[in-house]
């Protein structure tokens, strides 16, 4: 029951520094999405992928790169780490259909930026 | 005005009593909407679904969807401790492009006081 699986889990990172986020699902689903949290402002978009080969940007896409390599796997890359970028990231994955499948998630990466 | 507000509490209600989190959204096309539980330092998860108008039960929770008045809300009977957490609103708002995006509400913390 391994469901989506997110890798590292916590990375202290210093400002210009660059890092991968990696997430991996086990249940056949066609999107896959990358969220950040941050206190007191839910989760926000950064890209999300709706099938193999695709990819698009969210609501909060810039610093940051996505990599849809094959239908399991969606990893989110920043280039150059600034502090603004500490926050918590949720990787998620949804099943096909016609919109209404739940998300499920990722445990998450804490991500710190000094 | 943001895609789904919530009230972000804290909601602070009493063991047995019920609790009533409410969710608004801007998309009058919005087709299904989901309400996710999540503990401090984990990621969310699914609690309930509803795409129709009207009431849906799942044991203590029942969500409530009217379109016409753009709301959705979820009421938890018999209120535990354990609920205490920040429950998230999230909606799939339908793009003329094809395909959906999913908007999450900032959450309303909720604390159950024993």
């Known amino acids: 029951n391994a469901g989506v699986t997110q890798t590292p889990k916590f990375q202290v990172l210093k400002t210009g520094q660059s890092m991968t986020l990696q997430c991996a699902q086990d249940?056949?689903?066609?999107?896959m999405y990358w969220y950040r949290q941050d206190p007191g402002m839910g989760l926000r978009l950064i890209y999300y992928?709706?099938?193999?080969?695709?990819?698009d940007k969210g609501e909060v896409p810039n610093g940051y790169n996505v990599s849809r390599l094959n239908k399991r796997e969606f990893s989110l890359r920043l280039e150059s780490a600034a502090p603004s970028q500490t926050s918590v990231y949720f990787c998620?994955?949804?099943?096909?259909?016609?919109?209404?499948?739940?998300?499920?998630f990722g445990d998450g990466t804490r991500l710190s930026i000094l | 005005q943001k895609e789904v507000e919530q009230n972000s509490g804290p909601l602070s209600v009493p063991e047995g009593a019920i609790a009533s989190l409410n969710c608004t959204y801007s998309?009058?096309?919005?087709?299904?909407f989901f309400w996710y539980r999540q503990y401090s330092g984990k990621s969310p998860e699914l609690i309930m679904f509803i795409y129709s108008n009207g009431d849906k039960e799942d044991g203590r929770f029942t969500a409530q969807l009217n379109k016409a008045s753009q709301y959705v809300s979820l009421l938890i009977r018999d209120s535990q401790p354990s609920d205490s957490a920040t429950y998230l609103c999230a909606v799939n708002m339908f793009k003329n492009t094809g395909g959906f995006k999913t908007i999450f509400g900032a959450g309303t913390r909720l604390f159950v006081k024993a």
């Open positions: 249940m056949n689903h066609n999107s």
């Open positions: 998620a994955s949804t099943g096909q259909g016609d919109g209404n499948q739940p998300q499920h």
């Open positions: 998309d009058r096309g919005s087709q299904s």
């Open positions: 992928s709706a099938s193999e080969g695709t990819t």
